[in-house]
């Protein structure tokens, strides 16, 4: 049996936080990026709202594991101009060109949520540039994504508000991000939000990923910009072993969009997690971040 795997620590996501991105040239256009760690590398792949940091933040998880984090920010968030890539297909090319300018001939890749269409096209238009691919919660079915996550975080006071809350009162502070980011029961979602309230250091992941997001004015056009409407990428072309982690409630990115790629690429598992859109980073803190560590060392 493989060894339990280390979680981050707060003192983990402050420096996460306290990184100096760089930018590179490549031949997609500017990109900047942020990296932690030795080892193998991971590209991580942010979502709506993020950029550099919330990549290096979800990634956090690994590098504590021994992997080494890059971690760009999509065109339109903090220092990577939109005109790097405005469609999906021009950002999974952009990455490529990124991991071109790094001098990474091959990568693991993880992808959270609004990040799922460019590190799909990546997968699916440079297959030989990903060796393994996880997907968590990640968009990916035609159409136009909710707006919801726009109304919670897309301002700094809002982002700022749940971090003071998250402080002071976690019990209702959980509460409200697992209700607003799920359909479960508000009677689950209550007694949820309490038992994770009572542990010491399950909302570190969660304030960290908050923290990723406040300079909000920086990261509106790469948002805005996730909200077009989505012609998925042909998944059929992806060839690499790849990991769709998915929670069953999530009311963000429904779990059609976890059914609709596992269908479309041949060998892919498909891991579900109880709870919302929040689960990686509280509801399955332990358990969903073990499989992937387990699944990207081969251990499984």
């Not at 983990?12 to 760089?22: G, H, I, K, N, V």
């Not at 790097?84 to 890749?109: C, H, K, M, N, Y």
């Not at 897309?154 to 700022?160: E, F, Q, V």
Request: net charge neutral; charged share 20%; hydrophobic share 45%.
């Amino acid at each position: 049996m493989a060894a339990a795997p280390q979680l981050p620590t707060r003192e983990d996501y402050l420096a996460c936080l306290a990184e100096t991105p760089r930018t590179v040239a490549t031949a997609a256009g500017p990109v900047e990026y942020a990296e932690r760690g030795t080892g193998e590398a991971v590209l991580a792949v942010h979502g709506t709202l993020g950029g550099w940091d919330q990549g290096l933040v979800a990634g956090e998880f690994l590098r504590v594991n021994g992997f080494r984090i890059i971690a760009p920010s999509r065109p339109g968030y903090l220092g990577t101009p939109l005109s790097t890539g405005r469609s999906f297909p021009e950002q999974g090319d952009a990455l490529a060109a990124l991991l071109d300018a790094l001098g990474i001939e091959r990568i693991l890749v993880i992808a959270a949520s609004g990040g799922g269409p460019a590190s799909y096209e990546l997968a699916a238009r440079h297959p030989d540039r990903v060796r393994k691919l996880v997907e968590v919660d990640a968009v990916c079915i035609p159409g136009r994504p909710p707006r919801l996550a726009s109304n919670l975080l897309a301002w700094d006071w809002a982002a700022k508000m749940q971090l003071w809350f998250l402080r002071h009162a976690p019990r209702q502070a959980l509460g409200a991000l697992m209700g607003g980011a799920g359909t479960e029961s508000r009677a689950v979602v209550s007694a949820r939000a309490k038992e994770l309230a009572a542990i010491p250091g399950r909302t570190d992941t969660m304030e960290a990923t908050l923290r990723a997001s406040l300079g909000a004015k920086r990261r509106r056009a790469g948002m805005k910009n996730d909200y077009t409407e989505l012609v998925p990428a042909a998944l059929e072309r992806i060839t690499c072993p790849t990991l769709i982690v998915h929670a069953r409630s999530d009311r963000v990115a429904p779990p059609a969009n976890a059914e609709y790629a596992h269908a479309r690429i041949a060998g892919s598992e498909l891991y579900w997690m109880d709870g919302s859109h929040v689960a990686i980073a509280l509801e399955a803190a332990d358990r969903a971040p073990a499989h992937v560590v387990s699944w990207l060392r081969g251990d499984g």
